[in-house]
């Protein structure tokens, strides 16, 4: 298998089950160097079975892995100098401070150059309270500290699973900077989440999974960018008149269940379009019961993680906006040493 030099992460056809549970069902990821790519599933989706396989926690039944250019195949745990990862919880010691217990893990592993300590401690905005014993930290700074110990090798490409789990908000747009701040040094940052919300305010590219499939990948602009849609429900009696006026508009499609007494219609415009296409169903004196706009990628993750039709009036894309994301600036990553991570 070749993939250009720009992926820094790549799977083609991963299938891993457990027992008769099916977790990854041919996966295929394109992850491209540099950018913070977010890895976006509901619960059960697989993503941490990726990040175990990607990790050599685990082997896959069939399928492939490339990381930073080359195979990685079953015995090649090694190769993970070149990749950080926080995938399970990280274990410290409690009774040690955050600078000592760096310290151990960096023994633990090849030579880290003096210093290295004291520039993760201020990257993971820990230096304030370095030298405070763990069991005093929050969750949000061990989760913090847990990074720095999978950057102790200076890797070029970071793996996280779900770092913002169980963080309060503070300690959400902490970690969010910090792994900005990571992208903009060069390294690829491929991290977990199963919210979207989340997922829009950090990540340059974005791939969606579902059910151990891929179902969504690219950049995030282009995927928010997509032409978006209204939806509107209508009584059924009325579906086929609704659907005949709002063709007139512009594409419209029938989904969710074609039983249900309020079907749900999607009109293919832009959301701003909202008001014309209520004003067009009121004038052919039809009342839609529900009416929503948003994006392509934001109905796709609401019918992947609700199972169906979004059931919230209003726009389902009010909340959040992609300010803040920064293209980073892809520069080429640093030699790596050895790992220190166990
Ligand atoms: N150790 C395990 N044994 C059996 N089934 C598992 C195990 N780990 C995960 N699964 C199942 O595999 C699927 C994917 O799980 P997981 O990778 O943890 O998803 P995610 O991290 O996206 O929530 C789920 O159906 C889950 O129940
Ligand atoms: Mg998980």
Do not use: C
């Not at 977990?192 to 990540?203: I, K």
């Amino acid at each position: 298998m070749t993939s250009p030099g720009t992926l820094a992460l790549a799977t083609r056809g991963l299938r891993k089950s457990y027992g008769k549970r099916l977790a990854l069902d041919g996966l295929d990821l394109s992850v491209p160097e540099g950018v913070v790519y977010g890895f976006l599933g509901p619960n059960g989706a697989g993503k941490t079975t990726t990040m175990r396989l990607l990790t050599g926690l685990l082997h896959p039944d069939s399928g492939s892995i490339e990381l930073l250019g080359r195979p990685f195949r079953r015995g090649d745990r090694q190769r993970l100098f070149e990749v950080g990862a926080l995938v399970e919880n990280p274990s410290f010691y409690p009774y040690l401070s955050g600078r000592a217990n760096l310290g151990v893990l960096a023994q633990s592993g090849a030579t880290v150059p003096k210093g290295r300590i004291e520039e993760l401690l201020e990257l993971v905005g820990l230096r304030e309270r370095a030298k405070d014993k763990l069991s005093g930290y929050s969750l949000g700074m061990k989760q913090r500290l847990g990074i720095a110990g999978a950057l102790l090798s200076d890797p070029k490409l970071l793996l996280l699973d779900e770092p913002a789990n169980g963080l309060d908000p503070a300690g959400i747009v902490a970690m969010r900077e910090m792994l900005r701040r990571l992208a903009a040094m060069g390294k690829t940052v491929f991290v977990s989440s199963h919210l979207l919300a989340e997922v829009r305010v950090l990540a340059d590219v974005v791939g969606i999974i579902a059910a151990g499939r891929l179902v969504r990948e690219g950049p995030l602009d282009s995927l928010l960018g997509d032409q978006g849609l209204v939806r509107v429900r209508v009584a059924r009696s009325e579906a086929g008149a609704a659907r005949a006026v709002l063709e007139r508009i512009a594409p419209t499609d029938a989904d969710g269940d074609p039983a249900d007494p309020e079907p749900w219609l999607s009109v293919h415009v832009e959301p701003n379009r909202a008001g014309a296409v209520n004003r067009a169903l009121a004038e052919a004196g039809i009342y839609a019961s529900g009416l929503e706009s948003g994006t392509d990628l934001e109905l796709l993750f609401l019918q992947l993680t609700g199972g169906g039709a979004p059931s919230s009036e209003g726009t389902f894309g009010a909340a959040g906006v992609t300010a803040g994301v920064a293209p980073s600036q892809a520069t080429g990553g640093n030699a790596a040493t050895k790992d220190g991570q166990g």
